[in-house]
């Protein structure tokens, strides 16, 4: 019953998209203020209707209603209340559904803005939002429906909406329940904040579309969508970085990030989307890269959807998660077309795009913007490179190659030094102009501090090419984004007469994007000391051992105090061992590394013991074979040095984020 | 058009075409560096000699009454029956569940033997699909140095076989 009403509301939901796409296109063809309206209107009504099926599907889920095949496969009777609440993303029908929320949610917010200034641009917004809205809301009606249910037939199990001919209904009474690995707090909330990022960025791209059908060119769909792409980013950033704790917390292999296609696939629109914040300032400086931007925000958009579908397409960690699913034919399409009708957008408005003056100095800051965008996009064609590689050499030579982790290391690993290396130079050159001279005055005395800083790493005895490069480059960004701050504090502290602190604030207020953009690159490259620290210089060790003994690695060691093992509530049970932390003789406390036994799913899940310091992170997981007992278990230990800044500097960027975004008193733009 | 061979211009040009050899120079080396060659266990199996050493991926299907594992060495053998690389096989004859659990219960299917050193991982049972990078030894073993492990009765394709009818 509740199902049914679902199911209906989504098609309901679905036709009224359709029908803001239909009345947006007719009311900019003829003009007509009504028919926009009408299309506006329509769209505010879609969010509390996909909210409705959403409630409507989390009512299945918190009241185990098995019978239906997505309640079925995400949840079980042993999952608390909040698990079978974001169980509405942890599936592929219900994530899907909640993409389309996510979507009416953003293109209900732009409906409500002041269009006064604007008006023309309106269809053309509602019509893309609501395109893109459709195509989800379609999966779901057609392919992936949250709200099918079981039926026994003739010649097996099946999930369908409607009752087959001479089906019986089944209804289990319990369900398969989350995969353990996912009941993870990072876990959790990881899914939500890429789709936040995704969905966001359709609003950019929307704007962007409307200004090429009506050839409104200038930078006014940038400025409108500055905030949204601003917080796109964030949320896709924090998406990723979610990810990337989730695996170092729960994966238990001492890493963070595997190059899988499915992390690449979320990867990618970060890199276009960031390549597309460096270069539309250029656009709103200096009136170039204008057909440079559409071309990054039309791509981002596409590796959204794109990304949306590998990361949803059922198969993890498969080196070739290709169109296994039903609906890979359909995001193909979709992804085709859009691209197509993008692009043909694009050439026909090519030459109103064009640049306003020419670039002319090659040091100067929209020269090296533009150099940045070249650097990203080489890592966007290595990422894609690597992922379409497989498929590419079958039909070749008929023979599957794949390339791994190594390959992404060695073609990206150059290009992020490039990129640092620019961070820490861009910021010192000025728009239109800037000579070897000017750009050799401002940036000597960080050059030779970075210099200083090389040599003293060098001097305490880390003889690593690649440590010691990428540690200057770190401490030339460093060095060059403080020395911004403060020759803005002192130039504004001598003219003013305000206190030093008080004109590094009143100066970071003024210009908060500017000022939040270089706490970004301070937290860039934090996030590079931790990648530099795992990436170089981890160890590890391994061995069996009895109660007692101890295993020794990087100056540390890692007795074996005890091991207990019992049941818990939840349906699991737990292996847990202590282990004593030695330096020398001094102790430095205790670990638990444990292995959780899930008896309804029969997967067991690895939590590794991490003692983490600024310096170094010790890393223990308790190896599986049973029996695990006083006189044998076996461990194995990674050593981390300086990982938790990779953390750090999240944290660090979330800040710089908010300096960025934070409302300004006085605003002009919606 | 004069305009585009203008001193300013070239410049650019110059540099933006450097920029895309080095890219370009850097995905064929890496690519020609790291590429591994996918084979099922057949096809490992008909190259013979000539495949020893060569690094590469295998997938198979695990017998999981074959799983050894030595918590003092951390020495982890077990037994991988051949399984099609196809996608559109694979989806031909049932999606990749059944395609594993039949490759695991027919005798007739090519064996091989796989060797890998380290904490035994957590999906590994009885008709999982092992993904595993390394090389095959002079012994007919193949050295794992990457073992990844799909279960997809943990997925999307499960149906509730032990569910009653009834309603």
């Known amino acids: ?172 009474s319990d369900g398969q329940g989350l995969n353990p690995l996912l009941r993870h707090p990072g876990m959790i909330i990881h899914p939500p904040m890429l789709y936040l990022g995704f969905v966001s960025f359709v609003i950019p791209f929307a704007f962007a579309i409307a200004a090429l059908i009506t050839g409104r060119t200038d930078d006014r769909w940038i400025r409108i969508t500055r905030r949204w792409t601003l917080v796109a980013w964030l949320f896709l950033s924090l998406g990723l970085v979610l990810g990337a704790r989730w695996a170092y917390d729960v994966l238990g292999w001492g890493g963070y990030w595997g190059w899988d ?21 250029s656009q709103e400086k200096r009136g170039m890269l204008k057909q440079w931007n559409m071309l990054l925000i039309i791509l981002t958009y596409d590796l959204v959807i794109f990304g949306t579908f590998l990361t949803r397409s059922g198969v993890l960690s498969s080196v070739h998660a290709f169109a296994q699913s039903a609906i890979g034919p359909m995001f193909f399409a979709f992804i085709g077309a859009t691209l197509i009708i993008s692009v043909s957008l694009l050439i026909y408005r090519w030459s109103d795009l064009r640049a306003e003056v020419e670039m002319k100095s090659m040091l100067s800051r929209e020269a090296l913007s533009l150099l940045n965008n070249l650097l990203f996009m080489g890592v966007l064609v290595v990422c894609f490179w690597g992922v379409i590689f497989p498929l590419i050499s079958e039909l070749a030579t008929n023979q599957k190659v794949t390339v791994g982790p190594p390959f992404y290391e060695r073609a990206t690993s150059p290009l992020f030094g490039a990129l640092m290396l620019l961070m820490g130079i861009a910021p010192l050159s000025a728009w239109g ?161 444990r292995r959780d036994y899930f008896y309804e799913s029969g997967q067991p899940m690895t939590i590794p013991g991490v003692r983490s310091t600024l310096a170094d992170d010790l890393y223990v997981i308790l190896a599986d074979w049973q029996p695990i007992s006083a006189i044998g278990a076996t461990f194995k230990v990674y050593h981390n040095p300086l990982v938790n800044w990779l953390w750090i500097g999240s944290i660090i960027f979330i800040l710089g984020m908010l300096v960025a975004v934070w409302p300004d008193k006085v605003t002009s733009d919606g | 058009m004069n305009r585009i061979f203008s001193s300013g211009r070239a410049k650019f040009i110059v540099g933006g075409l450097l920029i895309l050899a080095a890219v370009i120079y850097l995905i064929v080396s890496s690519t020609q560096a790291s590429a591994q060659y996918f084979m099922t266990v057949d096809e490992l199996n008909a190259k013979g000699k000539s495949a020893v050493g060569v690094n590469m991926r295998v997938s198979g299907a695990v017998i999981g009454s074959t799983i050894q594992y030595d918590p003092k060495t951390l020495n982890l053998t077990f037994d991988v ?80 076989s032990q569910a009653a009818a009834g309603g």
Not at chain 1, 271 to 280: I, N
Not at chain 1, 457 to 484: Q, S
């Open chain 1, 433 to 593: 102009h800037s000579s070897i001279k000017t750009l050799g005055r401002a940036l000597w005395k960080p050059a030779i501090a970075a210099v200083v800083v090389m040599i003293a790493i060098f001097v305490a005895g880390i003889h690593n090419a690649v440590a010691l490069l990428g540690f200057g480059l770190v401490a030339l960004v460093i060095f060059v984004t403080l020395y911004e701050f403060w020759r803005g504090a002192q130039a504004r502290h001598r003219t003013t007469g305000e206190g030093f602190f008080t004109a590094l604030g009143r100066l970071a207020a003024r210009n908060r994007r500017r000022y939040g953009g270089y706490i970004i690159h301070i937290s860039m490259v934090l996030m590079a000391i931790g990648i530099l620290g795992i990436e170089v210089f981890q160890t590890e060790t391994q061995g069996t051992i009895s109660e007692g003994q101890a295993l020794s690695l990087a100056g540390y060691t890692i007795k074996f105090d005890s091991v207990a093992q019992f049941d818990v509530p939840g349906g699991h049970n737990v292996t847990r061992a202590v282990l004593s932390i030695y330096r020398g003789d001094q102790y430095l406390g205790a670990l638990h590394p």
């Open chain 2, 81 to 160: 029956a051949n399984v099609p690389g196809d996608n559109k096989v694979i989806e031909a004859q049932g999606g990749l569940a059944a395609v594993l659990h039949q490759a695991v219960i027919d005798p007739n299917r090519t064996h091989m033997k796989v060797l890998y050193n380290g904490p035994k991982p957590d999906l590994l049972r009885d008709e999982a699909q092992a993904i595993m990078t390394g090389h095959l030894g002079e012994d007919g073993v193949f050295y794992v140095d990457e073992l990844l492990l799909k279960c997809p009765t943990k997925y999307q394709e499960a149906v509730p």
């Open chain 1, 1 to 172: 019953m509740i199902a049914d009403f679902g199911y209906g509301v989504i098609v309901a939901t679905f036709l009224l998209a359709l029908f803001c796409v239909g009345a947006g296109v007719y009311g900019a063809q003829t003009k007509s203020y009504r028919w926009a309206d009408s299309a506006r209107r329509a769209m505010l009504l879609t969010f509390p209707m996909v909210t409705i099926a959403s409630l409507a599907l989390i009512y299945l889920l918190t009241t185990g209603q098995y019978e239906y095949q997505y309640v079925y496969t995400v949840t079980s009777n042993s999952m608390p209340l909040y698990l079978k609440i974001t169980a509405w993303w942890g599936g592929q029908a219900g994530s899907l559904l909640f993409w389309s929320w996510l979507m009416s949610a953003f293109a209900s917010a732009v409906a409500l803005r002041k269009w006064d200034r604007d008006r023309e641009f309106l269809p053309w917004v509602i019509v893309v939002s609501a395109v893109t809205l459709a195509f989800f809301l379609s999966l779901n009606i057609f392919f992936e429906n949250p709200f099918a249910r079981w039926w026994q037939t003739a010649s097996g199990e099946m999930a369908a909406m409607f009752r087959p001919s001479g089906a019986i209904p089944l209804n289990p």
């Open chain 1, 261 to 281: 296609p499915v992390e690449i696939s979320a990867f990618m629109p970060w890199l276009t989307g960031t390549a597309f914040l460096h270069s539309v300032m």
